[in-house]
């Protein structure tokens, strides 16, 4: 498996652990009466606190960004442009999604919107190396 590919195996399953631990951080699941919940429907949840909507949106975005990161390494192995820039651009977007996970966890507001800049930036990168 390429490099590219390899990240965004690991960010597909770093993503699907952000929606399970939102779900639960949203449920309380761990107390007894969260647990319960977690295990149903979930047809009356509370409103989220802050934390559990951060969370949410962490995982959210998470999966958003997903979409075009796999787009584009897919793209760039199936063509074939695995170069340099690709490849840095991968590494950009997914380092700086490392960053930007805890940071909106912790809620800080300016260095997420900046870390979240830098992935963005990785994408361009590796879009520009492949058009």
Not at 7 to 29: E, G, H, N, P
Not at 34 to 44: K, P, T, V
Not at 86 to 93: I, K, M, Y
């Amino acid at each position: 498996m390429t490099p590219i590919l390899t990240l965004v195996v690991y960010f597909a399953i770093i993503t699907w652990l952000l929606v399970v631990v939102a779900s639960l951080i949203r449920a309380r699941a761990w107390t007894p009466s969260g647990l319960l919940l977690a295990f149903g429907n979930r047809d009356h949840l509370d409103d989220p606190g802050a934390f559990a909507g951060r969370a949410e949106r962490t995982a959210r975005n998470s999966f958003e960004n997903l979409v075009f990161f796999a787009i584009l390494g897919l793209a760039a192995t199936a063509s074939n442009r695995t170069g340099s820039l690709v490849v840095l651009g991968a590494q950009v977007f997914f380092w700086a999604r490392m960053v930007y996970i805890p940071v909106y966890y912790i809620g800080i507001p300016y260095v997420r919107t900046a870390t979240w800049a830098v992935s963005i930036a990785g994408l361009g990168m590796m879009a520009a190396a492949l058009l």
